[in-house]
C-alpha cells in the first residue's frame, strides 16, 4: 500500500522579514493539497531586537554564538512573534496552523552541543524527533508550523539550525509518508555563478554535489544546506526542491537534490 504523501517546507529569514513575499508564500502553502509541515527560522529579526534590547550578537564563521541573553531573543523571536504570525495568517488561509516548538510535545529533543574549538553556547544538536506526537497532529487536521527551537530531556531549550530541524522531521516522517521537502530561501535555486541570479542549477546528484564541493563553487552558506539534504535523501526523504518564495509553484526555477 502506498505511504499518503507529506509536504515538509522551510523558510528563511529574509523571506519572513518581507509581508508581501511571506503573505504570497503563505498562500501558495496553504493551497498545497494534502499533509503538509512549515518550520522556519528567523536570525535577521533576532539580531535587530537583541540590537534594540542592547545585546551584542556574536557570531563565528556566520554560526550565532547562543549565550543566554542571545537565547532569551530568539525564544521570544522565534517561539512567540514570529510562530504566532504565521500561525495567524495560516488561520485567515483556513490552515489549521498549530504553533510549535521542540519543547512541545517533546517533538524535537536535542543535547546541546559539545565545546570543541568553538563554545556555540546554548545551541541544539538533535538527538530525536517525536513521529507519534507529530503524526497525531496530521491525523487531526493540523498544520504543524515549528520554530527552530529544540529542547534537552532536562527542560533546557536550544537554539536550533531549522534546516536540520527540517532535514530531521522529513527523515523521521518518512517511516509513515512519502515525504518531500523544500527549502525557500532568497535565492533561485543552487547557483552554479554566485553574481548570476538565474545560474540556477537544475538538479544535483551525489557525485555532481562532490564536483561542486572540489571546485568550491558552493557558498560556505550553502554547505550545510546541501548537506543536510543528502542526509535526508539517504534516510528515505523522496524528493527535496531549493528555492526562492515562488518554489512550491509548479515550473518554477529551482534546484531539485536527487540521489
Known amino acids: 500500500m502506498r505511504k499518503q504523501?507529506?509536504?515538509?517546507?522551510?523558510?528563511?529569514?529574509?523571506?519572513?522579514?518581507?509581508?508581501?513575499?511571506?503573505?504570497?508564500?503563505?498562500?501558495?502553502?496553504?493551497a498545497l493539497n494534502g499533509l503538509k509541515i512549515l518550520i522556519h527560522?528567523?536570525?535577521?529579526?533576532?539580531?535587530?531586537?537583541?540590537?534594540?534590547?542592547?545585546?551584542?550578537?556574536?557570531?563565528?564563521?556566520?554560526?550565532?554564538i547562543t549565550d543566554a541573553n542571545s537565547l532569551k531573543v530568539i525564544v521570544m523571536t522565534y517561539g512567540g512573534l514570529i510562530n504566532k504570525t504565521i500561525v495567524a495568517k495560516l488561520q485567515a488561509l483556513q490552515a489549521n496552523a498549530v504553533g510549535l516548538c521542540g519543547a512541545d510535545g517533546?517533538?524535537?529533543?536535542?543535547?546541546?552541543?559539545?565545546?570543541?574549538?568553538?563554545?556555540?553556547?546554548?545551541?541544539?544538536?538533535?538527538?530525536?524527533?517525536?513521529?507519534?506526537?507529530?503524526?497525531?497532529l496530521l491525523e487531526q487536521g493540523c498544520v504543524p508550523v515549528f520554530s527552530a527551537i529544540s529542547?534537552?530531556?532536562?527542560?533546557?531549550?536550544?537554539?536550533?539550525n531549522g534546516d536540520s530541524v527540517a532535514a530531521?522531521?522529513?527523515?523521521?516522517?518518512?517511516?509513515?509518508?512519502?515525504?518531500q521537502l523544500y527549502f525557500c530561501f532568497e535565492k533561485k535555486g543552487v547557483l552554479a555563478n554566485p553574481q548570476d541570479e538565474n545560474s540556477v542549477i537544475p538538479e544535483i546528484d551525489h557525485k555532481k554535489y562532490q564536483q561542486l564541493l572540489e571546485e568550491k563553487v558552493i557558498s560556505e552558506g550553502m554547505?550545510?544546506?546541501l548537506h543536510n539534504c543528502f542526509e535526508a535523501l539517504d534516510h528515505g526523504v523522496n524528493?527535496?526542491?531549493?528555492?526562492?518564495?515562488?518554489?512550491?509553484?509548479?515550473?518554477?526555477?529551482?534546484?531539485?537534490?536527487?540521489?
Do not use: H, W
Open 41 to 64: 527560522g528567523g536570525g535577521n529579526m533576532a539580531t535587530e531586537i537583541a540590537t534594540k534590547l542592547g545585546f551584542p550578537t556574536k557570531m563565528i564563521d556566520g554560526r550565532r
Open 106 to 136: 517533546n517533538s524535537i529533543v536535542s543535547k546541546k552541543r559539545a565545546v570543541k574549538e568553538i563554545d556555540y553556547g546554548f545551541v541544539g544538536d538533535i538527538e530525536t524527533v517525536n513521529t507519534r506526537f507529530i503524526n497525531s
Open 239 to 259: 524528493k527535496i526542491f531549493l528555492g526562492n518564495a515562488d518554489v512550491l509553484k509548479m515550473g518554477n526555477s529551482c534546484t531539485k537534490i536527487i540521489k
Open 5 to 30: 504523501d507529506l509536504t515538509i517546507v522551510k523558510i528563511g529569514g529574509k523571506l519572513i522579514e518581507n509581508e508581501e513575499r511571506l503573505s504570497s508564500f503563505l498562500n501558495d502553502f496553504s
Open 168 to 179: 530531521e522531521i522529513a527523515k523521521a516522517m518518512s517511516s509513515i509518508y512519502n515525504t
Open 151 to 160: 529542547a534537552t530531556r532536562e527542560g533546557q531549550l536550544l537554539n536550533t
Open 223 to 225: 554547505l550545510p544546506k
